[in-house]
């Protein structure tokens, strides 16, 4: 039997039925209609927000919606948040449609094209300009139609975000405008008549040290003082990134954010004086949504094959690729994973969870330890929030999407 990571202290049973907000997670199938299905509770986006309020006081914070576009759930964040980060027209789409002022929206992501910039100039959302050649199109197309485009300067930091697991600053990116270069491109757009909303500095993903956070943060507040410095433009917004890390896997420990806030406000009481006014924000996705979503996935066969056991579910990689291994992740490991009804501890078994597409590498549990299931029976895989049905190839195979619900409580929204 192989380990799988921790199930997220939100969820309880109650007589061996597995809870999801105010009902079973087998009621919410029955309303839903079907599997597969994934629930997201916005209680437990509440929650997160409401800590990280409490360990980051003056902070402002954004969604990024790239973590999961489900429409009801970004409208529920919206009201929670101070802003939106958007890397797409359609993500933008989904914001605006969400009834967020597109002046709480920010655009970051390469190869953003003319009608895409047209789009959020238009609109008035802040556009992180990711070269010099974006900001050159962006300010030409402002005087075009008109309009006074709202630009900030994503940085490629010239420093990384140690143990993320997804690393997107230091050294050769395709991420953002490189540190040497920022101060000129900052200039430029204030003498082509652009609206400057500051800097955007992301170093990484998926961090559990809060060391290493708080390491990033303070070497991006000292770049953004130095290229303020070197431009001598105060910035009003500096966007210090993200990255904040959740526990998938066994011996994750989750993040202490009270210390990563404290050593922030520490920082910034000693920061720069050209920092002196600016609006400081953090972004996250996966630390506000992924530990409140739920992927259920009924199985449809048992099998034995050379004396393994094998139960095949409907669902598979094509709504939660991340489970299985194969997006961004290196060792193939265990996500949290559990029946929604628990009748007999005493009867754990060794089986392999493996979804119902045609290939070796959907395998959604490796030899982990589940009580005894029978067919129909449903398979719940945690951690399903954050970059599961958006993030995962739903053409391939051909098989139905997944049904997707954010709730609260006991109703969906
Ligand atoms: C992906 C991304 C995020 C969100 O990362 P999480 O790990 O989900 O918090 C934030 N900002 C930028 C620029 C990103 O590319």
């Known amino acids: 039997m192989k380990p799988s990571g921790p199930i997220p202290p939100d969820f309880v049973r109650r007589d061996g039925a597995l809870m999801i907000g105010g009902r079973s997670a087998d009621a919410w199938v029955d309303i839903a209609g079907d599997t597969p299905l994934f629930v997201y509770d916005s209680a437990i986006v509440r929650d997160r927000v409401a800590r990280f309020r409490a360990a980051f006081p003056g902070v402002s914070l954004h969604y990024a919606v790239k973590a999961n576009p489900h429409p009801p759930l970004v409208r529920a964040i919206g009201s929670l948040v101070d802003g939106i980060d958007v890397a797409s027209e359609g993500e ?47 300010l030409a197309i402002g005087r075009g139609i008109g309009r006074t485009p709202r630009l900030a300067v994503r940085v490629n930091p010239d420093f990384e975000l140690k143990g993320s697991g997804m690393k997107m600053g230091g050294g050769a990116k395709p991420f953002g405008i490189d540190a040497d270069q920022a101060a000129a491109v900052v200039g430029r757009i204030v003498t082509g008549g652009g609206d400057y909303r500051g800097l955007h500095i992301f170093a990484g993903s998926q961090a559990l040290d809060p060391q290493a956070l708080i390491e990033a943060q303070a070497s991006a507040l000292r770049l953004a003082a130095r290229i303020s410095s070197e431009s001598r433009i105060a910035p009003p917004g500096v966007n210090l990134g993200g990255g904040f890390g959740i526990p998938y896997f066994a011996n994750d420990l989750p993040l202490d954010e009270r210390m990563v806030g404290d050593a922030l406000s520490a920082a910034l009481v000693l920061r720069d004086p050209i920092l002196g006014d600016t609006e400081f924000t953090i972004e996250l996705g996966r630390w506000l ?12 066969d048992r099998k034995m094959s050379h004396g393994e056991t094998f139960l095949v579910v409907d669902g598979g990689l094509h709504h939660q690729l991340a489970a299985s291994g194969n997006f961004g992740t290196v060792v193939r490991r265990n996500y949290p994973i559990s029946l929604t009804n628990i009748r007999d ?31 129909g029976e449903v398979v719940a895989l945690f951690l399903a929030g954050a970059y599961g049905a958006s993030a995962s190839p739903q053409a391939f195979l051909g098989h139905p999407p997944p049904r997707e619900i954010t709730i609260d409580g006991t109703g969906i929204l």
């Open 289 to 300: 949504v992924g530990e409140a979503g739920v992927y259920l996935t009924r199985i449809v």
């Open 345 to 375: 501890m005493t009867k754990v078994e060794d089986v392999s969870v493996v979804g119902c597409l045609c290939t070796p590498i959907d395998r959604l549990g490796d030899h982990v330890g589940l009580p005894e299931a029978a067919v």
């Open 92 to 138: 933008a789409r989904i914001a605006l449609d969400a009834g967020v002022d597109a002046r709480h929206i920010s655009f970051a992501g390469p190869g953003k094209r003319d009608r895409e910039l047209a789009m959020a100039i238009e609109a008035g959302i802040t556009l992180n300009l990711e070269s010099a050649g974006e900001a050159d199109r962006a």
